[in-house]
């Protein structure tokens, strides 16, 4: 070990008497890392609740991302890989975040008695962001996990027996509270820390993206709770033929086997 590290360890200053950037510069990863997972979960509701609109849209979003528009056929590896960058990327924020965490009784009862004293919105939502992002240590890597290696295992029935069949309904429900309030206090506090929307006057743009973190919070609430209960009312039709994958059915073909039946 060299001795500069040794005295940076014990006095906290460098030998050229400098403080380091390093906790600076993790603070940036820790924010751009939260941005892109809070973005990206946006996007991800909006693809996964494409069940609502019929179990065809689901079938084309998910070949979509198979990249069949690409190839002509479906490869669920490039899925695969994708979910790969997520997990990292998801691996990384989780160490960031951690760095932050009361270690040990006395500096969590230390912050808990400040919270309670100071009774401010921001500090609460900082405590709502420990709980659930140590929630989501283990159910969002239960889920990545298993969108990585089954990959193959997507679409509206495959999907859809997973949840019901395979039994991550619990899981996907608190994932889901977790995953709402973490993401949309995360995007609220990034802003607010960086100032980005601050314009001429701070205190009012705070209050102003308060209100839409809380709009933000039940929009995508809503079409989380709303897709899970489409998936489950499908798993549940389908629980006789389970491993089943879905065929689409386009409204061509549906209208010409009528015709034919009639005829
Ligand atoms: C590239 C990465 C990801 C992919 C490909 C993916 C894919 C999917 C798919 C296909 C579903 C439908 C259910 C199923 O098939 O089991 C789903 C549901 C869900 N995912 Fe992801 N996911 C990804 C990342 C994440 C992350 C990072 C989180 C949060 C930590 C997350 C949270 C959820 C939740 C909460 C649901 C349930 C949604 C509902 O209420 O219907 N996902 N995801």
């Known amino acids: 070990m060299e001795n500069a590290d040794i005295i940076e360890s014990l006095t906290g200053v460098s030998k050229e008497r400098k403080k380091s950037r390093l906790p600076a510069k993790l603070d940036f990863y820790q924010s751009a890392t939260g941005v892109f997972l809070g973005l990206f979960m946006w996007a991800h509701m909006i693809l996964v609740s494409s069940i609502l ?23 669920p590896v490039i899925v695969s890989i994708a979910v790969f960058i997520v997990f990292v990327i998801f691996i990384l924020h989780a160490g960031l975040a951690m760095r932050k965490f009361p270690d040990n009784y006395k500096q969590y009862k ?14 609460k939502y900082w405590f709502i962001q420990a709980y659930t992002g140590f929630a989501m240590f283990f ?32 899981l996907y429900i608190l994932l889901l509270l977790a995953v709402e309030f973490h993401g949309a206090i995360g995007l609220y ?7 980005w929307f601050d314009g001429k006057n701070p205190r009012e743009t705070r209050a102003n993206l308060k209100k839409a973190k ?12 709303l897709s899970l ?19 689409p059915t386009s409204s061509i073909s549906i209208q010409y086997n009528q015709n034919k039946k009639v005829a």
């Open 53 to 75: 609109l019929g179990n065809n849209a689901m079938y084309d979003v998910t070949k979509m991302f198979e990249g069949k528009f690409l190839f002509g056929e479906g490869y």
């Open 110 to 123: 230390n912050f808990k008695t400040n919270m309670n004293l100071l009774q401010h919105d921001d500090t």
């Open 139 to 170: 159910l969002g890597s239960i889920h990545l996990y298993t969108m990585m290696v089954q990959s193959d295992k997507i679409g509206p029935y495959a999907s859809s027996d997973r949840i019901v069949s395979g039994w991550y309904w619990p």
């Open 189 to 195: 506090r990034v802003s607010v820390k960086w100032g």
């Open 214 to 225: 809380k709009v933000v919070t039940v929009i995508f609430l809503t079409l989380g709770v």
């Open 229 to 247: 209960a489409a998936y489950i009312k499908i798993g549940i039709g389908h629980e006789g033929r389970v491993g089943q994958m879905y065929t």
